[in-house]
C-alpha cells in the first residue's frame, strides 16, 4: 500500500525535543492499545481527507526558513510499502526527519535508517518485553509479531542513528516495578521517555473512566529509571 497522510500540524514545539517541526499522520496500525488516542485514524481513516504531497511539499517549502524538520507519527508509518521513497521526497526538500514506531517492521526501519533517511527515531515500548505483557496493552495476538518489537529494540540501539524509547505509562497497565523491567531490558539506551496517559478519545471507552498517575509519580518511575538508562525524562506535565 502507498503511504497517505491523513492529518497535519503545520508548527509543533512537542514532537521532537529541542526541534521546531511538522507533524504528519499516517493512517492504519497492527496494534489496539486500548488507550491509544488516534482510535480515528486507526479504525475509520476514510473519514479524514488524504492530503496530497504538493501540499506537504509547499508547506514544508514556505516554513524551510523557521522549522527544522518534520515528525512523521501515525498511525504506523513504517506500515506503507514505499516509505523510503516518501521520505526521500522530504529529504530532498532539506528537511531533517524523526520516525515515530512500535517497532513491528524492523526490516522496514532497516531500510529507512541504512539508507540515511531518518535522524531521529523514536519507538514505543509498549510494556515489559514478554509477550503477556504485550498481549495485554496492545492486543496483540502474535508472538511472531512480538518478537520483531524486541529485534527493533536491538536494531535501533545498534543503528548508529540518534534514537528514544517512550512509554505511556497507564494505572492498571504499567506499574514501577513494569517501567522499571522496561529499563532493565534497554540497558544502556541513550533515552528513555515516560509520557503521561491521557483519559480523553481513547481507543477503549473505559480507559476515559482512568485517572493518570500524579507527576510526583511519574517522577519516582524516571528517577528510579536511570538505573539502566543514562537519560529518563517525562512528558505530558
Known amino acids: 500500500m502507498k503511504i497517505l497522510i491523513k492529518g497535519l500540524i503545520e508548527t509543533s514545539l512537542i514532537d521532537w525535543d529541542g526541534k521546531i517541526v511538522s507533524t504528519l499522520y499516517t493512517p492504519y496500525c497492527n496494534f489496539r492499545c486500548p488507550y491509544c488516542q488516534n482510535a480515528g485514524l486507526i479504525l475509520s481513516p476514510d473519514q479524514y481527507e ?26 504506523e508509518p513504517c506500515f506503507f510499502e514505499d516509505l523510503p521513497e516518501f521520505l ?15 517497532g513491528t517492521f524492523p526490516e522496514m526501519l532497516r531500510r529507512v535508517i541504512d539508507r540515511g533517511l531518518v535522524d531521529y527515531v523514536a519507538m514505543d515500548i509498549k510494556a515489559p518485553l514478554n509477550f503477556n505483557a504485550y498481549e495485554r496493552s496492545t492486543r496483540i495476538k502474535s508472538k511472531e509479531l512480538f518478537e520483531k518489537v524486541r529485534e527493533s529494540v536491538n536494531l535501533i540501539v545498534h543503528s548508529g542513528v540518534d534514537y528514544e524509547f517512550r512509554t505511556t505509562v497507564v494505572p492498571g497497565l504499567h506499574n514501577d516495578e513494569d517501567i522499571l523491567e522496561i529499563a532493565r531490558e534497554i540497558k544502556g539506551a541513550r533515552k528513555y521517555a515516560l509520557q503521561n496517559f491521557s483519559n480523553r478519545e481513547t481507543m477503549d471507552p473505559e480507559f476515559q473512566k482512568i485517572a493518570p498517575y500524579k507527576i510526583e509519580e511519574l517522577e519516582n518511575m524516571r528517577k528510579n529509571s536511570l538505573q539502566y538508562v543514562s537519560c529518563c525524562v517525562v512528558r505530558g506535565k
Do not use: Y
Open 50 to 75: 488524504t492530503i496530497p504531497f504538493e501540499v506537504i511539499s509547499n508547506l514544508l517549502t514556505s516554513h524551510q526558513n523557521w522549522i527544522d524538520g518534520i515528525c512523521l507519527t501515525g498511525g
Open 88 to 102: 526521500g521526497k522530504i529529504r530532498n526538500l532539506a528537511m531533517k526527519i524523526k520516525l515515530d514506531t512500535n
